[in-house]
């Protein structure tokens, strides 16, 4: 075949130290053609980022491809040489990352960044003044704002979108003809995200590359997606024209995960009137930084006057993108940051400027989820000890304490049998809801859940927000829910609220805000949903 | 630039710290037990003699007056004179400086240029023979004395094989390459420790860094593995070895007193034993600030070199 850029056949990974021989991906075909983005589309585990580094040819330590081919315009990848893959990376394949804050390296200059690739993949020696011009040029083709300038500016100093940009003008830099994309995006705002997409689309189009695009996202998929191939636990389940793929899904699995793209549409107005407040926040302030003994420093303000009422049993969700103040919002009705200023009625009674010792009798009513279930448990605590730890802490003997954790995990869906496992033991899934029941352990009246299934799979994802959905009906509980997603908040919350820089731009009942958004930036946001034209 | 204003703000706020050291080094000494002018009188002296020297010492006055008296030579950059010598501090200092602050450059410059590479091959080739073996030695540094590697050199390099002399110094004016083969067995012997220490953390540091997803995108634009590890991993991980060499430095001061003898090399840390055996006051406070003075100074060095290995630290 003339056309394809990369032709994976037969692929099979295994684990080199494994007794078992055991294989991460088994018998993957993947075809990448000129001009075309084929997307490999799959949960954690299923072996997607395994099938990008084997044909990278930088598979961790332990993992080692021992049966198929990888060809690249007909060369045989697999057996090649290392130095001959040196070359090739960088040259003929290019390759991103999905975090860009620590994918480019924090202590040089984008220009030196770019400059080395120039300098390693050839042998004469380049005048500074042709590489800068080079360099420049890749950068400005990234449509980056000031590039000359952008060149001698640290990672740091750039915004998330910019950094992606500077990776991907990174990775076209030497013209390849194989662009690989791990999650490029998933990291990104949704604003970002969607000028990323339209980037690489246009790249494609530009340079008759082929893509080779990992992600989780069936909404990214139906963005971008020429082609796409569905990936389960290893092995390939589904493949075909996008088109297709999205609309005739002939596998449970793929129906399953497309299923499961929120697609923002409350299933049930739950919409309780005039229930009695549990939280009132008024006027709430929150600034980072001290003006200084001279009055130089710098202050930010993260929230300004944010004002909400939340009621037993409703759900509010918090929306956002990186740096509008949800989380900074989160953690001071929480109390787990002291505001600047305001008010936050908790009960009837003001926690905002209470001090630790007055506050800790009223903890117990306002618990929290964070987003990473992996780093939010003890790794050496065992999941009984976490969630009695709490129990135990409000006043209950351990006795009580132990029955009283029984009813928390079948109350989140687990098994009473696992309090003697540890955290690892679990799916990230699993963790979630672990962390939940023991948000609950002191039986709170308020849970406030921040980004609590930005991490988890999108089946995974499903299933937290319908047991967030069924604890609120069954425990009359009010929640705070932050997220970055729109669509998240669509099919869980009563009311909505937006927040950017600091200031709720626009709040009401959910119905309202996705039938008719009134904000400018309410209305950029849900234009920026990936998968829109199709989901919704 | 900025840095020289950093410098100077920095500067002025070691001045409290250096007060304390000198209120302590007085101290210290006032309540130790011990009295110079019952040293410097003889076993016979007649009270009334004990008496003229202590108050032509000033040792008679209150102990704040003491302090504040010579708190105010030091502020004019007067170290005092010595009890013993008459001779000022401030020349008996720096006929000893010489060989202390070349025998401490000696061994923190080849500490480091041994014990970096060191730590980067042990965690680049980790858990192969050079990380186990230096691993191995490094223990083996911390594990024994100063002095007992000191006599060992001498035996192995000066006695059975005659490579350098077994004591005694030159100084520069005779030469570098006098200097430099004089102070070989005395920066070995003081080397050890501060290999095995910067190898450790320039291996725990360089493997945290080697993780990091900025080194597998070095990787996959193709660069060769020694640009990837020395370039892209190495400058990330000289915070944590900087800093560990800022305390090697301090540390050193203590090693030199004893390597000094061991080697019979005539530098400060010979002033300190005889000064504190005669109860010199006066000298063993200069020495004290002189030390307490470098000691700062490397803290700020090492200060404002994060700012050049790592442009997202500000200079503050």
């Given at each position: 075949m003339?056309?394809?850029?990369?032709?994976v056949a037969g692929l099979t990974?295994e684990?080199?130290?494994?007794?078992?021989?055991?294989?991460i991906?088994?018998d993957?075909d993947v075809?990448?053609?000129?001009?075309?983005?084929v997307?490999?589309v799959g949960?954690?585990?299923?072996?997607?980022?395994v099938t990008?580094f084997?044909?990278?040819?930088?598979l961790?330590?332990?993992?080692?491809?021992?049966a198929?081919?990888?060809k690249?315009?007909?060369e045989?990848?697999i057996g090649?040489?290392?130095d001959?893959?040196?070359?090739l990376r960088?040259?003929?394949i290019?390759?991103?990352?999905q975090?860009?804050?620590?994918?480019?390296?924090?202590?040089?200059t984008v220009?030196e960044q770019?400059a080395?690739?120039?300098e390693w993949?050839s042998e004469?020696?380049?005048?500074?003044?042709?590489?800068?011009?080079r360099?420049l040029?890749?950068l400005?083709?990234m449509?980056l704002p000031n590039?000359a300038?952008m060149?001698h500016a640290?990672?740091?100093?750039?915004?998330?979108g910019q950094?992606q940009r500077?990776?991907?003008?990174?990775?076209m830099?030497?013209e390849?003809i194989l662009?690989?994309a791990d999650?490029?995006?998933?990291?990104?705002?949704?604003?970002t995200q969607k000028?990323i997409l339209?980037?690489i689309?246009?790249l494609?189009?530009r340079?008759?590359i082929?893509?080779l695009?990992?992600?989780?996202d069936?909404?990214?998929?139906a963005d971008i997606a020429d082609?796409?191939?569905?990936?389960q636990k290893?092995v390939?389940?589904e493949?075909?024209?996008a088109d297709?793929?999205?609309k005739n899904p002939?596998q449970p699995y793929?129906?399953?995960l497309i299923?499961?793209?929120p697609k923002?549409?409350?299933?049930s107005?739950?919409m309780r009137e005039?229930?009695?407040a549990?939280?009132?926040?008024?006027a709430?302030?929150?600034?980072?930084g001290?003006r200084g003994?001279?009055g130089?420093?710098r202050?930010t303000l993260?929230?300004k006057?944010?004002?909400f009422?939340?009621?037993?049993?409703?759900i509010?969700?918090v929306?956002?993108?990186?740096?509008?103040g949800?989380?900074t919002?989160?953690r001071?009705?929480s109390?787990?940051m002291?505001?600047t200023?305001?008010q936050?009625?908790l009960?009837?009674?003001?926690?905002?400027r209470?001090s630790?010792?007055t506050?800790?009798?009223h903890?117990?009513?306002?618990?929290?989820v964070?987003?990473?279930?992996?780093?939010?448990?003890?790794?050496r605590?065992?999941?009984g000890?976490s969630?009695?730890?709490?129990v135990?802490n409000?006043?209950a003997?351990?006795?009580?304490?132990r029955a009283?954790?029984?009813?928390?995990?079948e109350?989140?869906?687990?098994d009473?049998?696992?309090l003697?496992?540890?955290?690892h033991e679990?799916?990230?899934?699993q963790?979630?809801?672990?962390?939940i029941?023991r948000?609950l352990?002191s039986?709170?009246?308020?849970?406030?859940?921040?980004?609590?299934?930005s991490?988890?799979?999108?089946?995974v994802?499903?299933?937290?927000?319908k047991l967030?959905a069924d604890?609120r009906?069954?425990?009359g509980?009010?929640?705070?829910f932050?997220?970055?997603?729109?669509?998240v908040a669509g099919e869980?919350?009563?009311r909505?609220m937006?927040?950017k820089?600091?200031?709720?731009?626009?709040s009401g009942?959910?119905?309202?805000?996705?039938g008719?958004?009134?904000?400018?930036?309410?209305q950029a946001?849900?234009?920026?949903?990936p998968g829109?034209?199709?989901f919704q | 630039?900025?840095?020289?204003g950093v410098?100077?703000?920095?500067s002025?706020s070691?001045?409290?710290?250096?007060?304390v050291?000198a209120?302590i080094a007085?101290?210290?000494?006032?309540?130790?037990?011990?009295?110079?002018?019952?040293?410097l009188?003889?076993?016979n002296?007649?009270p009334?003699?004990?008496v003229?020297?202590?108050a032509r010492?000033?040792l008679?006055?209150?102990?704040p007056?003491?302090f504040l008296h010579w708190?105010?030579r030091l502020?004019?950059?007067d170290l005092g004179t010595?009890?013993?010598s008459?001779?000022?501090v401030?020349?008996l200092?720096?006929?000893?400086i010489g060989p202390?602050?070349?025998?401490?450059?000696t061994?923190i410059?080849?500490?480091?240029l041994?014990?970096?590479?060191?730590?980067?091959?042990?965690?680049?080739?980790?858990?192969?023979?050079?990380?186990?073996?230096a691993?191995?030695t490094?223990v083996t540094?911390?594990?024994?004395?100063?002095?007992a590697i000191g006599?060992?050199?001498?035996?192995l390099l000066?006695?059975?094989?005659?490579?350098?002399?077994?004591?005694?110094?030159?100084p520069?004016s005779?030469?570098?390459g006098?200097?430099l083969?004089h102070?070989?067995?005395?920066?070995l012997?003081?080397?050890?420790v501060?290999v095995?220490?910067?190898?450790?953390?320039a291996?725990t540091?360089?493997?945290e860094?080697l993780?990091e997803?900025?080194?597998?995108t070095?990787?996959?634009k193709?660069l060769?593995?020694?640009?990837v590890?020395f370039k892209?991993?190495?400058?990330?991980a000289a915070?944590p070895?900087?800093?560990?060499?800022?305390i090697?430095?301090a540390?050193?001061i203590g090693?030199?007193?004893?390597?000094e003898?061991?080697f019979?090399l005539p530098?400060?840390?010979?002033l300190?034993?005889d000064?504190?055996l005669a109860?010199d006051?006066p000298v063993?406070q200069?020495?004290?600030?002189?030390?307490?003075?470098?000691?700062v100074?490397i803290?700020?060095l090492v200060?404002?070199s994060?700012t050049?290995?790592?442009?997202?630290?500000?200079?503050?």
């Amino acid at each position: 075949m003339s056309g394809a850029v990369l032709k994976v056949a037969g692929l099979t990974v295994e684990l080199t130290h494994d007794a078992d021989g055991r294989r991460i991906v088994r018998d993957i075909d993947v075809t990448v053609p000129r001009g075309q983005i084929v997307c490999v589309v799959g949960e954690s585990g299923s072996g997607k980022s395994v099938t990008a580094f084997s044909v990278m040819g930088l598979l961790p330590q332990g993992l080692k491809p021992v049966a198929g081919s990888i060809k690249l315009l007909g060369e045989e990848l697999i057996g090649a040489t290392s130095d001959r893959m040196r070359e090739l990376r960088g040259s003929r394949i290019g390759m991103i990352f999905q975090e860009p804050m620590t994918a480019l390296n924090p202590v040089m200059t984008v220009r030196e960044q770019l400059a080395e690739l120039i300098e390693w993949h050839s042998e004469k020696r380049h005048p500074k003044a042709e590489v800068d011009k080079r360099v420049l040029a890749a950068l400005e083709d990234m449509l980056l704002p000031n590039a000359a300038q952008m060149m001698h500016a640290y990672p740091h100093q750039l915004s998330g979108g910019q950094r992606q940009r500077v990776m991907i003008a990174m990775a076209m830099l030497l013209e390849p003809i194989l662009l690989i994309a791990d999650e490029p995006t998933t990291a990104l705002d949704v604003t970002t995200q969607k000028q990323i997409l339209v980037l690489i689309k246009d790249l494609v189009k530009r340079k008759n590359i082929g893509v080779l695009f990992i992600t989780h996202d069936f909404g990214v998929v139906a963005d971008i997606a020429d082609q796409v191939v569905v990936m389960q636990k290893g092995v390939v389940v589904e493949s075909g024209s996008a088109d297709a793929v999205l609309k005739n899904p002939a596998q449970p699995y793929t129906r399953l995960l497309i299923e499961s793209v929120p697609k923002g549409i409350r299933k049930s107005a739950e919409m309780r009137e005039s229930s009695p407040a549990v939280l009132e926040v008024k006027a709430l302030k929150m600034t980072y930084g001290h003006r200084g003994f001279f009055g130089r420093g710098r202050v930010t303000l993260a929230v300004k006057e944010a004002a909400f009422t939340l009621g037993r049993g409703e759900i509010l969700g918090v929306v956002g993108e990186s740096g509008s103040g949800k989380s900074t919002l989160a953690r001071c009705v929480s109390r787990l940051m002291k505001p600047t200023g305001g008010q936050i009625s908790l009960l009837g009674t003001d926690i905002a400027r209470a001090s630790n010792e007055t506050l800790r009798p009223h903890r117990r009513y306002i618990q929290v989820v964070f987003q990473d279930p992996y780093r939010s448990l003890n790794p050496r605590l065992s999941v009984g000890q976490s969630l009695i730890e709490g129990v135990v802490n409000f006043g209950a003997t351990p006795e009580a304490a132990r029955a009283r954790v029984a009813t928390l995990l079948e109350l989140v869906g687990m098994d009473t049998q696992i309090l003697d496992r540890f955290p690892h033991e679990f799916s990230g899934g699993q963790r979630q809801r672990i962390c939940i029941a023991r948000a609950l352990a002191s039986e709170p009246q308020i849970l406030i859940a921040d980004e609590a299934v930005s991490a988890l799979d999108v089946t995974v994802q499903a299933q937290v927000l319908k047991l967030f959905a069924d604890l609120r009906s069954r425990l009359g509980l009010a929640m705070l829910f932050i997220t970055h997603d729109l669509r998240v908040a669509g099919e869980l919350c009563d009311r909505i609220m937006v927040m950017k820089s600091g200031e709720i731009v626009e709040s009401g009942p959910t119905a309202d805000i996705f039938g008719n958004p009134q904000h400018p930036y309410t209305q950029a946001l849900f234009s920026a949903a990936p998968g829109r034209e199709r989901f919704q | 630039m900025a840095v020289a204003g950093v410098l100077l703000k920095r500067s002025v706020s070691v001045v409290p710290v250096l007060a304390v050291v000198a209120l302590i080094a007085f101290l210290l000494l006032r309540f130790s037990s011990g009295d110079p002018v019952a040293q410097l009188a003889g076993d016979n002296a007649d009270p009334a003699a004990i008496v003229a020297i202590r108050a032509r010492l000033g040792l008679d006055q209150p102990l704040p007056m003491q302090f504040l008296h010579w708190l105010w030579r030091l502020l004019q950059g007067d170290l005092g004179t010595s009890i013993v010598s008459n001779q000022p501090v401030s020349t008996l200092i720096a006929q000893r400086i010489g060989p202390t602050l070349s025998v401490s450059i000696t061994t923190i410059v080849f500490s480091v240029l041994v014990g970096v590479p060191i730590g980067v091959f042990a965690a680049w080739r980790r858990g192969g023979w050079l990380d186990r073996f230096a691993m191995w030695t490094s223990v083996t540094g911390f594990a024994v004395p100063t002095f007992a590697i000191g006599y060992f050199w001498i035996y192995l390099l000066s006695m059975q094989l005659g490579l350098f002399p077994v004591q005694g110094y030159a100084p520069l004016s005779a030469g570098l390459g006098v200097l430099l083969w004089h102070l070989a067995l005395p920066t070995l012997t003081l080397s050890l420790v501060y290999v095995a220490l910067i190898a450790r953390v320039a291996r725990t540091s360089l493997l945290e860094v080697l993780n990091e997803d900025f080194v597998r995108t070095a990787r996959a634009k193709g660069l060769p593995e020694r640009i990837v590890v020395f370039k892209h991993a190495l400058r990330n991980a000289a915070v944590p070895i900087v800093s560990i060499v800022g305390i090697g430095v301090a540390l050193l001061i203590g090693g030199v007193v004893v390597t000094e003898s061991v080697f019979n090399l005539p530098g400060l840390g010979r002033l300190t034993i005889d000064s504190v055996l005669a109860r010199d006051y006066p000298v063993i406070q200069g020495i004290i600030m002189v030390f307490g003075g470098a000691y700062v100074a490397i803290n700020l060095l090492v200060d404002i070199s994060y700012t050049f290995f790592d442009p997202r630290i500000s200079a503050q």
